[in-house]
């Protein structure tokens, strides 16, 4: 059982350019997240979704979009990389809302 | 807003010690608080999951407890081995997302 998938592994960007987080799961879970953990803080919320066709902010969404057109799909797409945004990122899954949340093993991307 | 605080930062103990990690949080308004575990360069791993209704849970060697009313949270881990060696983060919810603590960074040594 894959779990959550993430492509690419490792990324670097050039300043200005632009890239998709690739997110996927095979476990039917309606309810999607992205993450990043920036070196001796917590993980902090960019965006989520609750089901195919539905996605909000979380805590840090600036710089980022979203889209859910699958269940199984959640894509993270950065627009005009800034080094602010050199960090891990992490896609995570669980099947409600107060369900156990599932990660992926992350996407490291910097930005130069 | 969750403020969410994991004392201590980093823990180094023999291994074979009973240990326990705390977590507090400042809003006591959340519907479960999940432990994890991180290896160097790895995803999070659940260990536990808490709901808001429970007391404690247990896995294993792992033992988490939750006390909602005054925003704390422990783990303990008995029997310690070198395999529990990672950095442990607490996680409450509150409404559609977790919020989670910068860790506990454990080693336990041979």
């Known amino acids: 059982n894959a779990g959550v998938t993430q492509t690419p592994k490792f990324r670097i960007l050039k300043i200005g350019q632009s890239m998709t987080l690739q997110c996927t799961q095979d476990m039917n879970h309606n309810y999607m997240y992205w993450y990043r953990q920036d070196p001796g803080m917590g993980l902090k919320l960019i965006y989520y979704s609750v089901g195919a066709g539905i996605t909000d902010k979380g805590e840090v969404p600036n710089g980022y979009n979203v889209s859910r057109s699958t269940t199984e799909d959640f894509p993270l797409r950065l627009e005009l990389a800034a080094p602010s945004q050199t960090s891990v990122y992490f896609c995570?899954?669980?099947?409600?809302?107060?369900?156990?949340?599932?990660f992926g093993e992350g996407s490291r991307l910097t930005v130069l | 807003k969750q403020e969410v605080t994991q004392i201590p930062a980093a823990l180094s103990v023999p291994e074979g010690e009973n240990l326990v990690l705390n977590c507090s949080f400042t809003d006591s308004a959340i519907y479960n608080l999940q432990w994890f575990r991180q290896d160097p360069g790895k995803g999070l791993t659940s260990l536990l999951l808490i709901q808001s209704s429970q007391r404690e849970q247990t896995s294993g060697r792992l033992n988490a407890s939750l006390d909602k009313s005054s925003g704390r949270s422990t783990l303990y881990i008995a029997a310690s081995q070198p395999g529990d060696s990672a950095t442990y983060l607490c996680?409450?919810?509150?409404?559609?997302?977790?919020?989670f603590g910068q860790g506990t960074r454990l080693t336990i040594n041979p």
């Open positions: 995570a899954s669980s099947s409600r809302g107060a369900g156990e949340l599932f």
């Open positions: 996680a409450p919810r509150e409404a559609q997302k977790l919020v």
